[in-house]
Structure formats: C-alpha cells, structure tokens
C-alpha cells in the first residue's frame, strides 16, 4: 500500500526558507519518479518539481526555478524539497506524488508565506 508523509510545512516571513520532507512507503522507493505539487483552495493543484530515480534530473515550474532545490535519500524512502527565499505567492499546501501511482497522496503540508 502506497503512503506518502508530508511533513515540515509553517509560517515563514517572506525571503524565509523551509525545508518539506516526504517519507515514502508500500513500494520499491528508489525505482520511482517523485514529484511535488502545491494548491491553494479554489484552484488546480499545480506541479512544482520533479526528480529521477537516482536524483540526476531535476525539473522545475517556472515560477520556482532558482529558489526551490528537490532532492531525494533513497536510502531513508525521502523525498525533499527545500524552499529559499520565500515569497506570498508560494502559500499552498504542498503534496508530493508517484507519477506511477497518481490516485494516492498524503495528507500535505500548509507552507504559509507572510510577514
């Protein structure tokens, strides 16, 4: 059975940083494709990040490049996202997915960005 655990969401001022965490269970961690998503009530989820099995390739929304770093401990079934510089518009609660498995996420991790 697929779990995913989203953790280390908060109230940060803007220019902040956080650092989120997805602990991965139920499946062969390191075989898989991760990704993170946002949403913010009344809107589509929207994909933030993308990672390879072993972490080589990283792929980013736009509006996060250069600012927001993913990256993975298969050893430990984790998945992260660190989060520099902050802005409001980054207020979301924040899920992380398997491409392969698209019906399960977690419960996410309110990231709230204001002074």
């Known amino acids: 059975q697929v779990q995913l655990v989203e953790s280390g969401g908060g109230l940060v001022q803007p220019g902040g940083s956080l650092r989120l965490s997805c602990l991965a269970s139920g499946f062969t961690f390191t075989n898989y494709v991760m990704k993170w998503y946002r949403q913010t009530p009344g809107k589509e989820r929207e994909w933030v990040a993308t990672i390879s099995t072993a972490g080589r390739t990283r792929t980013y929304t736009q509006s996060v490049k250069g600012r927001f770093t993913i990256s993975r401990d298969n050893a430990k079934n984790t998945m992260y996202l660190q989060m520099n510089s902050l802005k409001p518009e980054d207020t979301a609660v924040y899920y992380c997915?398997?491409?392969?498995?698209?019906?399960?996420w977690g419960q996410g991790t309110q990231v709230t960005v204001s002074s």
């Open positions: 997915n398997v491409p392969s498995f698209p019906s399960n």
